[in-house]
């Protein structure tokens, strides 16, 4: 099984609301990985996480928390988020972070909508 | 720093023409490079990778890419587009700090 899944596909939040993103994978990876993705853009990494620790943020705004409860899981919890966020929100695994030859397994993301 | 640089932004082909895509790289050192495409509507997908070995990778759906270390360049081909390789191409490296350096893509509208 090589699948990454996200949920939900789509999401629409105002300002004010508080949501969370889901991302599972059942590899056996160990390196988790968010990314945001604007139309026609590359994706820009957010945060990446390393046998279940932060190992780097990419200087996001407070207003996005990761988490990573277990080694399969990764969540992305939203708050008061701006119109400017919205986008498609990627996961990533890996076998192992850090340096090395490891390909990222990229989920089908969850689109954002921030009205 | 690193950086990845996709020369052609948007490309048309009519079907059944040749496809190379340029990517160069900036980074002296050991590189793992990939291809991931993007179908509308569809998740990035790993076309194919170069860790070490054969310079020529053969990668999904009869796409091949070519490692010229002295060109930091490994540009993607296909003998012979299909409508449905209608999608956008990135170029990555691992970088030595294990992030993924994406290039900014290529468009590739193929004409039916």
């Known amino acids: 099984d090589t699948e990454v899944t996200q949920t939900p596909k789509h999401l629409v939040m105002g300002m004010t609301n508080k949501k969370s993103l889901k991302c599972e994978q059942h590899?056996?990876?160990?390196?988790m990985y968010w990314y945001k993705q604007k139309a026609k853009k590359p994706p820009e990494l957010m945060f990446v996480?390393?046998?279940?620790?932060?190992?780097i943020n990419e200087s996001v705004p407070s207003r996005f928390s990761p988490e990573c409860p277990n080694s399969s899981l990764l969540n992305l919890h939203l708050h008061a988020l701006q119109p400017e966020d919205s986008a498609l929100y990627l996961c990533?695994?890996?076998?192992?972070?850090?340096?090395?030859?490891?390909?990222?397994?990229f989920g089908p993301g969850t689109r954002l909508t921030v009205t | 720093a690193q950086s990845v640089s996709q020369h052609n932004h948007h490309v048309i082909l009519s079907e059944a023409a040749s496809l190379e895509l340029g990517c160069n790289y900036s980074?002296?050192?050991?590189?793992?490079l990939f291809w991931y495409v993007q179908y509308p509507g569809q998740h990035l997908q790993l076309l194919l990778k170069?860790?070490?070995?054969?310079?020529l990778v053969k990668g999904i759906k009869g796409f091949e890419a070519e490692f010229i270390k002295s060109k930091f360049s490994f540009n993607l081909r296909k003998p012979s587009v299909q409508w449905s390789d209608t999608a956008e191409y990135f170029c990555?490296?691992?970088?030595?700090?294990?992030?993924?350096?994406f290039g900014q893509g290529t468009t590739l509208q193929v004409k039916p």
């Open positions: 980074y002296g050192g050991t590189v793992n």
């Open positions: 170069y860790f070490s070995g054969d310079p």
């Open positions: 990555a490296v691992n970088s030595n700090t294990g992030k993924l350096i």
């Open positions: 990533a695994s890996s076998v192992r972070g850090g340096q090395g030859v490891y390909e990222q397994y």
């Open positions: 996480y390393s046998y279940e620790k932060l190992s």
């Open positions: 590899m056996g990876h160990r390196a």
